[in-house]
């Protein structure tokens, strides 16, 4: 069975600090996933990650993967108070052509003045 | 991207009664859905993969009679959950998946009382 673990599940920092989200796995996966969530609301998708190495970013955030390391890091640079927020990792298994979708614990992030 | 919407955003029901979620793929045919659950300060946790004109695929543990998905349409599926009790009570989300991406509904917040 597949575990996705995030570290730290709370964080708060001070705005214009960096920082770093992981996420780990427990067995291989096709692509991982990087999303938003604000209070009350739905999931906004920030990144996909498809491959060893691969490394995205926008704006302040970036996120880059390592399929042997099985983990994932999403860095925030220069925090600003916009980006407090739940950030979700998610990891995709396909099975008979049907994309499965494991969430990770989530990181409560939250940027104070 | 895809847009996908999800009515009602949010209901409040009796204990034992029956409700209906629709989520439909707005700007294009989905042949999967996928519906989620997250409880308060939770993770999203997949409950079953709703494929148009067969049956949907449930996960471990949840229950096929109570959470019914009928994904009669190539835009539209619905999730009822019947005979709904207090634990029921949770934010309800569906997703498409769209070049290798999953695109999340805004969601339905149930309050069974």
């Known amino acids: 069975e597949l575990k996705v673990e995030q570290n730290p599940l709370f964080l708060s920092m001070q705005e214009g600090k960096n920082y770093t989200i992981y996420c780990n796995y427990s067995?291989?996966?096709?692509?991982l996933y990087w999303y938003r969530q604000d209070p009350g609301k739905s999931l906004e998708s920030l990144f996909v990650?498809?491959?060893?190495?691969a490394v995205k970013q926008e704006g302040r955030l970036m996120a880059s993967l390592d399929t042997k390391a099985r983990l994932s890091t999403l860095h925030i640079t220069a925090a600003v108070h916009d980006l407090s927020a739940t950030y979700f990792c998610?990891?995709?298994?396909?099975?008979?052509?049907?994309?499965?979708?494991?969430f990770g614990t989530g990181t409560r992030l939250t940027i104070i003045p | 991207g895809a847009v996908v919407s999800q009515h009602p955003s949010w209901v409040i029901c009796k204990s034992g009664t029956s409700v209906k979620i629709e989520c439909r793929s707005l700007?294009?045919?989905?042949?999967?859905m996928f519906w989620y659950r997250q409880f308060p300060k939770q993770s999203l946790m997949l409950m079953a993969t709703?494929?148009?004109?067969?049956?949907?695929?449930?996960e471990q543990g949840v229950e096929k009679d109570k959470f019914l998905i009928n994904h009669a349409s190539l835009t539209l599926s619905t999730l009822t959950v019947t005979s709904a009790h207090p634990e029921d009570s949770s934010f309800y989300i569906c997703?498409?998946?769209?070049?290798?991406?999953?695109?999340f509904g805004p969601g339905t917040r149930l309050l069974v009382l």
């Open positions: 997703s498409v998946s769209r070049l290798l991406t999953q695109y």
């Open positions: 990650l498809l491959s060893n190495g």
């Open positions: 998610a990891v995709a298994q396909t099975n008979f052509g049907n994309e499965k979708l494991t």
């Open positions: 709703s494929n148009e004109g067969s049956k949907a695929t449930y």
């Open positions: 067995t291989t996966s096709d692509r």
């Open positions: 700007d294009f045919q989905a042949t999967t």
